[in-house]
């Protein structure tokens, strides 16, 4: 113990390397997959909503977007997100306040 009450620190490299709080790196198989997976995750329910807005507003008119329409809009959430991958995050944040914002004005 110090004069200030906290633990000695150790510069012991074995010690630092095997510290509970010490970050991992990703093996080389692990961090080319998490983006795609992340991208599923996020823009899978998101353009799942945007497909039953789109048909809950064109229903009344007889239009309907089938699943191909679904598949296109998951396509171009994927392509956006391998192609640039920094602005993935952006555009799914502004599409999901426009959403709020279009449900809410209905």
Avoid: Y
């Amino acid at each position: 113990m110090t004069m200030a009450g906290w633990p000695k620190r150790n510069n012991d490299p074995q010690a630092q390397k095997n510290a509970p709080g010490k970050m991992r790196s990703e093996g080389p198989i692990i961090a080319p997959l998490m983006g795609p997976l992340a991208t599923a995750l996020f823009a899978t329910p998101t353009a799942a909503l945007l497909w039953l807005a789109t048909n809950k507003h064109l229903g009344p008119s007889g239009a309907f977007l089938g699943t191909t329409g679904f598949w296109l809009v998951l396509g171009g959430f994927a392509l956006v997100a391998l192609l640039i991958p920094r602005l993935f995050p952006s555009l799914l944040g502004k599409l999901w306040h426009g959403l709020i914002k279009f449900e809410h004005w209905f």
